[in-house]
């Protein structure tokens, strides 16, 4: 069984500063990892992923992540915020050799000006 | 290569009536996957499909939900008789061919489901 945690449900920061967005997981199998943004009434868009190469993935955006499998975290990281990235942020996790999608709860992201 | 495309965006039915939701994936993709996401919700798995087939359909309601992707044409998700607990933006992604769990799910718009 796999499950993913996102430790919290708002966060908010204002512009120009550093974005920490945490995501923890459990998964039976090693798995793929990645991260969505949903913007207000839109659809999602992948960010970036993790599929076992280099543990610290870039994604759009100015976006990184870093997945640590000794504490099962795949956070996710931006050093300076922009106002356009206020959004909703979802980890999700797929176990190896498998394609059922778990998502974690989502965490808003407001940006102050 | 236009992206995943759903429609309708917007739906609206009143109790008792059917929904039906569509799903055209990218160009070259054979697998679709439909999620549920609740108000306030993150998104919850609904049924992973390819053509002609249902391969996981553990995340579905055993009444009034059903999926199908045909050969020819979108996917579709179908809602018997809905009621209010119904009304959610419904969630279509394709991925290309090999369902390998390195695949990226490419997501469309959504279609919002609201029952009266």
């Known amino acids: 069984a796999q499950s993913v945690t996102q430790l919290d449900s708002h966060v908010s920061v204002s512009e120009g500063t550093p974005v920490l967005l945490r995501c923890n997981y459990s998964?039976?199998?090693?798995?793929?990892l990645f991260w969505y943004v949903q913007h207000p009434n839109k659809g999602l868009q992948l960010l970036l992923k993790?599929?076992?190469?280099?543990?610290l993935v870039k994604g759009i955006n100015g976006f990184e992540a870093e997945f640590k499998k000794s504490e099962t975290s795949f956070h996710l990281t931006k050093p300076s915020a922009h106002m356009s990235d206020a959004a909703e942020y979802f980890c999700?996790?797929?176990?190896?050799?498998?394609?059922?999608?778990?998502f974690g709860t989502g965490t808003k992201l407001q940006v102050i000006p | 290569n236009a992206g995943v495309m759903q429609n309708p965006r917007h739906l609206v039915r009143r109790r008792g009536q059917e929904a039906r939701l569509r799903c055209s994936p990218m160009?070259?993709?054979?697998?679709v996957y439909w999620y549920r996401q609740l108000p306030e919700e993150g998104l919850k798995f609904m049924v992973y499909?390819?053509?002609?087939?249902?391969?996981?359909e553990s995340g579905m309601p055993k009444e009034r939900f059903s999926a199908e992707f045909p050969k020819e044409g979108p996917s579709i998700l179908r809602i018997q008789q809905v009621v209010r607990g119904d009304s959610a933006a419904y969630f279509c992604?394709?991925?290309?061919?090999?369902?390998?769990?390195?695949?990226?799910?490419?997501f469309g718009p959504g279609t919002r489901l609201t029952v009266l």
């Open positions: 160009k070259g993709h054979s697998h």
């Open positions: 992604a394709s991925s290309p061919s090999g369902g390998s769990s390195t695949d990226t799910q490419y």
């Open positions: 499909l390819q053509k002609e087939n249902i391969i996981d």
């Open positions: 993790y599929t076992s190469a280099a543990t």
């Open positions: 998964s039976s199998y090693s798995p793929s």
């Open positions: 999700v996790v797929i176990p190896r050799g498998y394609q059922k999608v778990t």
